[in-house]
């Protein structure tokens, strides 16, 4: 894991090159300056002790972005060359933003995924992890999390209590508190499918991290050597509106058929009672809106296939809007599968600006036997008072920029795939940044979301815009 400052802000973002039982992972995180002038970047990697490995400096452009892959120079997290297991620390004096790319290979399959780097007011002595599993099996596949839990202070070591809760209902594991000391600076991994044995063999529920120092977490899951999914971490809930700007159900694209379900975490000492509103974005309809409980310190799962009466189509295609309504404090996530070989996560959107920006898209990139393109997917967090009219700005990596003449409305939610639309659709290819405007005033949010054609595994990512 890695942590990102950036002025007064912070983030994290995890940094690993090496050896696992299920093959090789890997990272790279893709900075992006979200300020006026050229940012002054410098990465410091460190291990899971805590020791410096190595220093990288990098000049970036207002805009632009620079990608440190911990597998070559431009990122190599360890001087010597050895692999590494541990934490990046990011400086700069402009505000900064990373999103983070994982790869695994050597396993059953190839696997991707993506995640937002923590920004600072996402570290803390005490976070929720929505999710966590041992041994547990969903469409034919048994996944395990491991925790990864980054000690922000350089200083001090870190006394850590990681409280294991399983969800009301069933036989889904024990509760248990388990200690741990972080060095300062450093990194622990806590791998589900061996650590701790008192939650039992099949553990399904979340976790409470507690320290006495500033912590960042996230936590990755793995579906038996072929899906890779990466959860969001949360200092706390909210009684506010948590936009959703990806749902499908039953989507066709590519041969496979595209569903999502929507994870609901309740903070709340009292069943919470969550009104769901899907917002159709061009495929489907819709009648109403769904309500659902919570159960209290619990979570409730939602698949738009079968538990979304609200959707009246057989397919759709669009995103939801969720909240509390008795004051309740929630947090939620959505997982999306693609047939047996795509998945993807991503948390929710909980608050919006003016300007969203995503440090690293595709169109059209060749790698690792994959033809790599994403879609940028914009939602108007203001839908009730009128469209978003949004602009984009483009920063190829090779550098310079491209600006969209166009202007483009977004009543709701609008999913814009790189391939076709914007003036990217007239590139041959494009890697690099991307901000994202809104022009008259209305606040939105945005995500990215990349596939990989071609290949085989698990090659489907997604993260979160950056809100300044």
Do not use: C, H
């Amino acid at each position: 894991m890695s942590i990102i400052e950036a002025a007064d802000e912070a983030a994290a973002v995890a940094a690993d090159v090496g050896a696992s039982a299920l093959g090789s992972m890997s990272t790279a995180f893709a900075v992006q300056n979200l300020g006026n002038s050229t940012a002054s970047v410098t990465v410091e990697f460190r291990n899971t002790a805590g020791q410096v490995k190595n220093t990288l400096n990098q000049n970036i452009g207002p805009g632009a972005n620079y990608n440190f892959d911990q597998r070559y120079d431009s990122g190599k997290p360890d001087s010597s060359g050895a692999s590494f297991q541990g934490a990046a620390i990011v400086s700069a004096d402009q505000p900064i933003g990373a999103a983070a790319n994982m790869v695994r290979t050597g396993a059953v399959a190839p696997s991707y995924e993506s995640y937002n780097s923590l920004a600072s007011t996402q570290l803390g002595t005490d976070l929720l992890l929505p999710q966590v599993l041992r041994n547990v099996a969903s469409g034919g596949i048994v996944y395990n999390t491991t925790i990864v839990i980054q000690n922000t202070d350089t200083s001090n070591a870190a006394s850590v209590n990681v409280a294991f809760t399983p969800y009301p209902g069933g036989s889904n594991g024990n509760n248990y508190t388990y200690p741990v000391s972080i060095p300062a600076g450093g990194t622990v991994y806590i791998d589900q499918s061996t650590t701790p044995t008192q939650i039992g063999t099949r553990f399904f529920g979340s976790a409470r991290v507690t320290s006495n120092r500033q912590v960042a977490a996230v936590t990755y899951s793995d579906g038996g050597g072929q899906v890779l999914l990466a959860y969001p971490s949360y200092a706390d809930g909210t009684t506010d509106y948590i936009g959703l700007p990806s749902i499908y159900k039953n989507v066709s694209s590519l041969g496979d058929s595209y569903s999502t379900a929507i994870l609901i975490v309740n903070f709340g000492a009292s069943p919470a009672n969550v009104e769901i509103q899907y917002l159709p974005g061009g495929i489907g309809s819709v009648s109403g809106k769904d309500t659902v409980s919570v159960p209290a310190k619990g979570a409730l799962n939602i698949d738009q296939r079968f538990n979304a009466p609200s959707i009246t189509s057989a397919s759709f295609l669009g995103g939801a809007v969720i909240k509390s309504t008795n004051g309740q404090k929630i947090a939620a996530m959505v997982n999306l599968r693609g047939g047996t070989r795509y998945a993807m996560t991503y948390g929710g959107i909980l608050s919006g600006g003016t300007i969203a920006y995503l440090p690293i898209a595709y169109k059209t990139i060749s790698s690792g036997g994959y033809s790599w393109s994403s879609s940028v997917i914009v939602y108007n967090l203001d839908r009730t008072v009128g469209a978003a009219n949004v602009k984009f700005t483009f920063y190829p990596t090779s550098g310079g920029s491209i600006a969209d003449a166009a202007t483009y409305s977004v009543g709701s939610i609008s999913q814009f795939d790189l391939r076709y639309t914007t003036s990217v659709k007239n590139q041959a290819s494009f890697i690099g940044s991307v901000k994202v405007q809104s022009t008259n005033g209305r606040r939105i949010g945005a995500m990215v979301q990349t596939r990989g054609a071609g290949g085989s595994g698990d090659a489907l990512m997604a993260y979160l815009g950056l809100i300044p």
